[in-house]
Structures are given as C-alpha cells and as structure tokens.
C-alpha cells in the first residue's frame, strides 16, 4: 500500500461527459503528480501541484483542468471526453519535488 | 527519439538467470526512477537514484551521470518478477516532473 488513495477505481462514461478523478496523497506529502497512461504513449506527466500551487505542467490538454486543495488532496477534471481520453490515469506524491514519488492504483477511465 | 530510451523493450528469462535492463537519456537531469508495474496496472517505486548504485533484495540499480545511462539488474530472477520495468528521469528543473522511458515487459518462467 503506497498510501496515495485514488477514487474511482474505474468510471466508464461517454463521449461529450465530464468527470472528477480524485487523489489523496500520502500523509505529509506535499507534491502531487497526474500521469496519463495510454496503450499507444505510454505514461505521461499531466500536470504537478505543491502546496496548493500549480508547479509544472506537462502535455494536457485544455479540456483537462485540475487542482489541489487546502487539505492537500487534488482533483483532475476531464470534460468534453473523447474515445481517445480513455486510459489509466495515475496520481503520485513526494513530500517534496525531486523526492521518491509514491503511487496510487490508478483510475481506468472508459470512454464508449 | 524518445528523451529517455529502455532497452530491451521485451525481456523473457528462465527462473533463476540474472538480468539487466538498460535506460539511456538524452537530457540533463538530476535523478531516476526505477518503477514496477505489475499487470494489474499498480505502479511501485524501487528505486530513486542520482549517482553510484543502490540495493534492495535482488534488485540493483546503478547510474552514470556522465554517460547517462542507468540500469537495473535483478539476480536469481523468479517467476513473481514478471512485470513491466520502467525508468524515468527528473528534469533538470525544480519539478519533480518525469520524464518516461516506454517500459520493459519482463516474463520469467518456471
């Protein structure tokens, strides 16, 4: 148990819907990490906030947004879902950048 | 070409052979990552490593800066070993963010 608790374990939606994937990170963590992984690129950095604030932000997309709150835990919102959105997105956290980053088990997002 | 490059990119051994994963990269970073994704899907954390070698168990990983080049070795490898290995570097910035190599399909039979 890595202690990064991700909720929904898998969602399958359609396309044009928008959902909330949830993340809490480790106690005492203050860096999270979205990852998108899908068959044809592998895993990719999302986006990464410390302390409430946007820190790095990687290739997402405009119809993605996300957020972390005062209670550390973050949100990634996905709307105006394509076919192509479909993948496991992953949360990780680290005290701090540049720390070993722990994972949650990821969301499997299914869009039909 | 990919920032962070694994090879093999599929591996199958027999229980018990030593094997070596290699991840070469072409940016500046500061550290690596060594995960583990089992088929499940869930990804573990094995090692985090920015200079010299580090152990755990069976697993060693080791790293050379001025080459950029990392890898990881498990000895006397078991069947339980079977899973996708994945390095991934952090950027020279004051992220955290990572950078991905494609992963190595390890298979160990019995």
């Known amino acids: 148990d890595s202690g990064v608790t991700q909720t929904p374990k898998h969602l399958i939606t359609a396309t044009g819907q928008r959902v909330t994937l949830r993340c809490s990170p480790r106690?005492?963590?203050?860096?999270v990490y979205w990852y998108q992984q899908s068959l044809d690129q592998g895993l990719q950095f999302l986006i990464q906030?410390?302390?409430?604030?946007?820190?790095a932000k990687g290739n997402i997309l405009e119809r993605f947004s996300a957020q972390q709150f005062p209670d550390l835990h973050s949100e990634l919102n996905l709307s105006s879902l394509e076919l192509g959105d479909s993948a496991l997105y992953f949360c990780?956290?680290?005290?701090?950048?540049?720390?070993?980053?722990?994972f949650g088990d990821g969301t499997r997002l299914s869009i039909l | 070409k990919n920032e962070v490059e694994q090879s093999p990119q599929n591996l199958t051994a027999q229980e018990g052979e030593f094997i070596t994963i290699n991840c070469s990269y072409s940016v500046g970073i500061s550290a690596l990552h060594w995960l583990q994704q089992h088929p499940g899907g869930g990804i573990v954390s094995l090692f985090m490593l920015s200079s010299g070698k580090k152990k755990h168990g069976r697993l060693i990983a080791t790293i050379n800066i001025q080459e950029k080049h990392s890898s990881l070795h498990i000895t006397a490898s078991h069947p339980r070993d079977s899973a996708v290995y994945i390095c991934?570097?952090?950027?020279?910035?004051?992220?955290?963010?990572?950078?991905f190599g494609q992963g190595t399909t390890l298979q160990v039979k019995p």
């Open positions: 906030y410390y302390n409430g604030e946007e820190r």
């Open positions: 106690s005492g963590d203050l860096s």
């Open positions: 991934a570097a952090y950027g020279s910035g004051n992220t955290g963010k990572l950078i």
């Open positions: 990780a956290s680290s005290p701090h950048p540049h720390q070993p980053q722990h």
